[in-house]
């Protein structure tokens, strides 16, 4: 289905205009008209104002308007016929009707009317496409990476209506069908990576590990999403302008226990950057003793001093001085 701009049309307030002046002079036809039938004349200027009123009430359907950014798709006794992008007034035949299968459709993205929505505030549907850039915010899935850790996701996608022809006779609901072929990508994407940074995990398939992770590697998932979406739906005539992660988080049966093994490894790598300043220091110490031949020791207090040093540098806790005011030895 190829789409067919409609232009050239924008004569719609010149048929107002005209229907306005024959309504008129159909009032005062019928008026006329009445009257001579009282008198006896011919009713032929009665019965041709009630029907030229008649036909002339049909002509208001052909009426009609447009904002910026908004499509009319239309079609004529089931054949379609053309659609109309420019703002303006237009007439078009009557008898033709829009075609919009998801104007009814309430999803949690801009655009549409929120389905908690009071009547008293609620708009009507309108048959009318929009052109605009809108957002579109899918519920959290809960979803196993690839090392089999359920992790909970959200994505916003932000896309807009390139060809209507296809956004309304390729596929049977624009709306759901974006919303399904969202879930459908961010499920594939996600299985492809960890949570965290992992050992002996490729994420690019080119068979060498690398470091993608959901947490770390936001930007290249998204895109991964981002362009895993556009493939599927291309056939109905969306483009998708961008896709980022609003929400990542462990499930919550194990976020706890993700929790404590994060705490854990930050203990760990506390830990060891300590213990390794530590021993400089050491090594230092010792070394500055050697060149300024301050004091000489052996082995024994060598490996003494070594070991209170490190209880003093790794300790938690300000270590408690003892001087020492006898002999060394």
């Not at 596929?171 to 072929?181: A, C, G, I, R």
Request: hydrophobic fraction near 45%.
């Amino acid at each position: 289905m190829e789409e067919k701009i409609i232009s050239g049309k924008k004569n719609g307030m010149a048929v107002l205009l005209l229907s306005i002046v024959v309504a008129v002079a159909s009032v005062f036809g019928i008026i006329f008209g009445a009257i001579k039938v009282e008198d006896g004349e011919s009713p032929l200027l009665l019965i041709v104002s009630i029907v030229v009123s008649v036909i002339n009430c049909f002509i208001w359907p052909g009426l009609r308007v447009l904002r910026p950014q908004e499509a009319l798709v239309l079609t004529l006794f089931g054949k379609y016929i053309g659609t109309i992008k420019e703002p303006g007034f237009y007439f078009v035949n009557p008898f033709c009707s829009a075609v919009n299968p998801a104007a009814k459709t309430h999803l949690n993205q801009s655009g549409d009317v929120n389905s908690k929505t009071t009547p008293e505030t609620a708009e009507a549907p309108t048959k009318k496409i929009s052109l605009k850039i809108m957002t579109l915010n899918n519920n959290r899935q809960k979803i196993n990476d690839c090392l089999g850790n359920p992790v909970e996701i959200g994505i916003a996608v932000t896309w807009r209506i390139t060809d209507t022809a296809k956004a309304v006779f390729n596929v049977d609901n624009y709306k759901e069908f974006l919303s399904l072929q969202c879930d459908s990508a961010l499920r594939n994407i996600v299985r492809i990576y960890p949570y965290d940074v992992a050992e002996n995990v490729d994420t690019t398939g080119d068979g060498i590990a690398d470091e993608g992770s959901l947490r770390g590697s936001s930007d290249t998932v998204a895109n991964r999403i981002k362009d895993e979406i556009q493939k599927r739906v291309n056939e109905a005539g969306i483009e998708i302008v961008e896709a980022r992660i609003t929400y990542l988080a462990y499930a919550p049966e194990i976020a706890a226990v993700m929790l404590q093994r994060q705490q854990a490894s930050a203990i760990i790598d506390a830990r060891k950057m300590i213990v390794d300043g530590a021993v400089g220091m050491v090594e230092m110490a010792l070394e500055r003793l050697n060149e300024k031949e301050i004091v000489n020791l052996d082995e024994e207090r060598k490996a003494a001093m070594v070991s209170n040093l490190l209880v003093v540098l790794c300790g938690n806790h300000d270590a408690q001085p003892i001087v020492n005011s006898g002999s060394l030895y």
